[in-house]
């Protein structure tokens, strides 16, 4: 059983900074792509940042400059360091991984963490 789990997130003013991770557990050969996407109600879920395990990454132009992602292959984490939030950063955050259970299967399975609220004030 694979899990993602977040923490961080939360209530912070408009300017500030805001740290959230994501921990994989359970049986993992490889985790390949491992991601931020944020979702507001009545919206489709986006892309915020994506990270690679060699370390390559993009972000959705909105959050360049302002957002950092970054990952622990040891530690099967990944993290986004947010700075200079603004009320409309207000979102559910949720992290994925792109996995492979094992060497034999070759299959690369998605799998997302639970959601975390981030709320920027005015």
């Known amino acids: 059983q694979v899990q993602l789990v977040q923490a961080g997130g939360g209530l912070v003013q408009a300017g500030g900074s805001l740290r959230l991770s994501c921990a994989a557990s359970?049986?993992?050969?490889?985790?390949?792509?491992m991601g931020w996407y944020r979702q507001t109600p009545g919206k489709q879920r986006e892309l915020v940042a994506r990270?690679?395990?060699?370390?390559?990454?993009n972000y959705a132009d909105s959050m360049k400059g302002r957002f950092t992602i970054s990952r622990d292959n040891a530690k099967n984490t990944v993290y986004l360091q947010m700075s200079s939030l603004k009320p409309e950063d207000t979102a559910v955050y949720y992290c994925?991984?792109?996995?492979?259970?094992?060497?034999?299967?070759?299959?690369?399975?998605?799998?997302w963490g639970q959601g975390t609220q981030v709320t920027v004030s005015s």
């Open positions: 359970g049986r993992i050969f490889r985790i390949n792509v």
């Open positions: 994925n991984a792109d996995l492979e259970l094992s060497s034999a299967e070759g299959n690369e399975y998605r799998y």
């Open positions: 990270i690679t395990s060699g370390g390559t990454t």
